[in-house]
């Protein structure tokens, strides 16, 4: 599995919906993702690529939407 669908897979559990076709929507404006959801997102980056993103760190406008976050994970590999 690529990071692409790693990502999107990770944002489905989390957020109980299919990302994947609104990849630039802001998932903190929609509600999806909350910031109990970013401690688990972080997390699950951890657990399944290895990425170590402290929330002490962590941005929220540079994690907002699906595209963003992928570019993070990649840029962190």
Avoid: C, H, Y
Avoid at 17 to 25: K, L, P
Avoid at 29 to 50: A, F, H, I, N, Y
Wanted: zero cysteines.
């Amino acid at each position: 599995m690529n990071t692409k669908e790693t990502v999107l897979n990770i944002l489905a559990d989390l957020t109980g919906s299919d990302v994947s076709g609104s990849m630039d929507e802001n998932l903190f404006e929609t509600g999806l993702l909350d910031s109990m959801g970013t401690v688990q997102l972080l997390l699950q980056l951890q657990t399944e690529l290895g990425i170590m993103a402290p929330v002490s760190e962590f941005e929220r406008s540079e994690w907002d939407t699906p595209n963003k976050i992928i570019a993070k994970v990649e840029a962190m590999q």
